[in-house]
């Protein structure tokens, strides 16, 4: 039933019977027909006159609102409210408006809740359950409490939203309940002690068991009671860090104590690395179902470094090589993102570099997988090439669109950013990884370092590769894939040092390929000698003159084979289309002149001696000597179960010629009548009569040709095949092929340093040595590092030549001679 202060309250905007108009006030006319004047109005109350509103009237109100405030308040009251929430809100109504009674019923509330949270902290203190249990205790006052100061916000409204708004001095329903709860709770040490306790005890039972909690729910409510309080952070946060801190520096402790215990450190960094990685994990997940987003970094950084503890050098020297081992891109990610988090990459890219130094310096000083130094090399740069690239990165979010720029972004707890594409028209999203380059730079240095182990042999190798490759061919290899592999290849000549090593030893390669017709495509020669003429060295450009002499060489074959058959002599037309013969400019091939060579049968040395003289002819005053050790020839031979076609090198086919004269012949016959070199000589023999395919027998036993030995003609011997090309004895290098490419490279090391220095000094007119030092040092550094000591060689040597001369008063003073 609506009271009567009520019903005669009017709204603020109406003018009510204030507007007053005179006799003149126009008159309407209303639906009867009659005139209503606009005038001043009368009212008649009907019934009792209004009495006025006396102190007795508010007085029960007052006292009632009281006393179901007090009721509301109290917690597990069975007492029945005097007013119903209807009569409870008019009562605050009448009593704020009309009563002028705010300020009382304002001290009421403060009253009554200042006793009712008294009588909450009373209860908290004084239950006896601990732990979780004594959180749901909590829980439960924080949820009843919060439920009663929302429904007298509700009651009291005139209170909170009319006569509060106008009183700074004080506070509403809201802030005085948070203020009172604040200072009789969350200031109580007995509560705030057994609050963390039981969070504690929560935490430590899910990470100890790594499970959920049955009451993780009463937790999250707790976080929610909290955050409404505004005392998570006070509270909470510090506390539930500082219990993580502890937990988990007690359990690194205990697990490096245990790794130490393993006698590989490698197992027990990793071991220890994937327990780390399984932790975080745990709190990564535990801190996005339960905490809020601004805890989740913090939370994380204080696991990790909990975890590590000060023990990154050795988590890194372990666990990366370990992981490098098996080849863990994954690994390796976790890994560089968890020394990322606790500011330690640079500890990682040490432990990194040294790894890469030692596995290098490990392959290139294993003299005796030699031949496979350059795969495996190759192998291990493939992957840490691929480790630099992908796992030592860093990934950015990048936002690319008509009107906006790169910008990175970063999501927090996540080991990755991930990235997603926006469909807008406007912008979208990509994911890049930016490499880090203190890692590329480690992997260049590390190599570059563990070449120098061996000097010049790794550039050696990389040539004897390449040559290997070219003769093998792209076979199912798209055009692609074999330059890229024959790129890798190139890529480690970057890292040595004796880059002039390397190119002697690919044009001796080079050279033989292109003589003996094995490279398995003359395009891809071309394209890696300008390759190699552009990236590496412009004297690769030598190469060019090689395929020039091969082209010159068949036009003069052409030209041969033209004459011969203009003399109608069909002998002679025979013989010279089964010969061959290369003319090859010495200053543009690898090779020196032989001293002696072998003997030739007189039917090939006359074929020779033709072509020399057809020679001459065409270019006077030019001489021809002959070089038999990379000639090739084939020899149609006869045997019981029919003819072979015998391909060979032209050693070979001068000691079987032999055996058409004779069926039996001795070692030192056939020394005698060929004198080839000995060593060259035992090879060959062992080709023929020890090999895969034995033409010849050895009357002996033995897998050695020695003097005394007496060999036969096999006639007897067999193949499916009609062609057999017989291999020869293969060594790795004869003293007399090593000799002659250290003797190039040393000449051109020479030539090179002396240039240097004079062009140096040309310019400078005068240095002291130090300084001239440096400066030959710096321009040659592109095709070898010299010694200091063969510098100082080759300034004598200038000063003797008179390039050069002594400063007379500073003998440390060079002076250029004009």
Partial sequence: MTDLITLLTFPTTSNAFS????????????????????????????????????????DPLYVSLKRSIRILLTKSSNEKLPLTYEAIYTACRSLVVAGGKGEGVWEVLKMEMEGCVGRLAKELVEDGREGVEWLKVFVEVCGWFEGRVGLLESLLTYLDRVYLTTRNDLSNVQTLSK???????????????????????????????????????????????LLTHNQYLPIFEPAYLEMTKDFYEKESEGWYDSAQGILNSKESASTFRHATSLRLAEEESR??????????????????????????????????????????????????????????????????????????????????????????????????????????????VYLSGPSSSAQPSSTPFTSTSN????????????????????????????????????????????????????????????DGEFDKILSGVLELCRFVEDRDVFRVFYHRALAKRLLLGRSASNDFERRVLKKLKEEHDAEFGMGDH??????????????????????????????????????????????????????????????LTAYSLFYKTKH??????????????????????GTKDLSMSLYQAVVLLMFNEEVEIRYEDIKERCRMNEEELKRTLQSLALGRHRILRKRSRGAEVK???????????????????????????????????????????????????VRIMKAKKQLPFQQLTAATIDAVKGHFIPEVGDIKKRIGSLVEGEYLTRDETDKNLYVYVA
């Fill in 19 to 58: 507007a007053h108009r005179g006799p003149s006030t126009p008159v309407s006319t209303n639906e009867s027909g009659g005139s209503v004047g606009k005038g001043p109005k009368r009212l008649k109350v009907i019934g009792e006159p209004i009495k006025p509103l006396t102190q007795t009237f508010f």
């Fill in 179 to 225: 203020t009172l709860f604040e200072s009789r709770i969350f200031h109580s040490p007995k509560i705030v002690d057994k609050l963390v306790g039981g969070v504690k005890s929560w935490v430590e039972w899910e990470r100890n068991n790594r499970l959920s909690h049955p009451s993780r729910s009463t937790i999250s409510s707790l976080l929610t009671h």
């Fill in 287 to 396: 801190s996005r179902e339960l905490l809020p987003e601004v805890s989740w970094v913090r939370v994380r950084n204080v696991v990790e470094r909990a975890l590590m503890g000060g023990r990154e050098v050795w988590l890194a020297a372990g666990a990366l090589p370990a992981s490098m081992e098996s080849k863990s891109i994954e690994e390796l990610e976790e890994l560089y993102d968890l020394f990322g988090r606790v500011g330690a990459l640079k500890v990682l890219c040490a432990a990194f570099r040294e790894y890469v130094l030692t596995t290098v310096r490990t392959i290139v000083n294993d003299k005796a997988r030699d031949e496979e130094m350059i795969q495996r090399l190759l192998d291990f740069k493939a992957f840490a090439d691929r480790a630099v690239l992908e796992a030592f990165a860093d990934p950015v």
């Fill in 419 to 478: 990235a997603s594409t926006s469909n807008s028209t406007d912008s979208s999203t990509a994911t890049k990884k930016k490499t880090n380059p203190d890692y590329k730079s480690a992997l260049h240095s590390s190599f570059a370092q563990a070449f120098k182990s061996r000097h010049s042999t790794p550039a050696a190798l990389i040539a004897k590769y390449m040559d290997r490759a070219m003769r093998k061919g792209q076979e199912e290899l798209s």
């Fill in 546 to 607: 090689m395929f020039n002499d091969l082209a010159l060489s068949e036009d003069l074959m052409g030209e041969y084979r033209e004459l011969a058959e203009k003399s109608g002599d069909e002998g002679r037309m025979e013989k010279v289309k089964m010969l061959n013969v290369m003319v090859l400019q010495r200053s543009s091939w690898p090779f020196a002149a032989r001293k002696a060579d072998v003997d030739l049968p007189p039917s090939m040395q006359a074929d």
């Fill in 620 to 641: 006077q005053g030019r001489k021809l000597e002959w070089d038999h050790s990379l000639g090739t020839a084939t020899l149609k031979a006869t045997f019981k179960n």
């Fill in 707 to 757: 003097e005394g030995d007496v060999f036969v003609f096999n006639e007897d011997f067999t193949d499916a095949r009609t062609k057999i090309h017989i291999n020869s004895i293969q060594v790795k290098e004869t003293a007399e092929e090593s000799k002659r490419a250290q003797t190039a490279i040393e000449g051109d090391r020479k030539h090179l340093l002396d240039a240097a220095i």
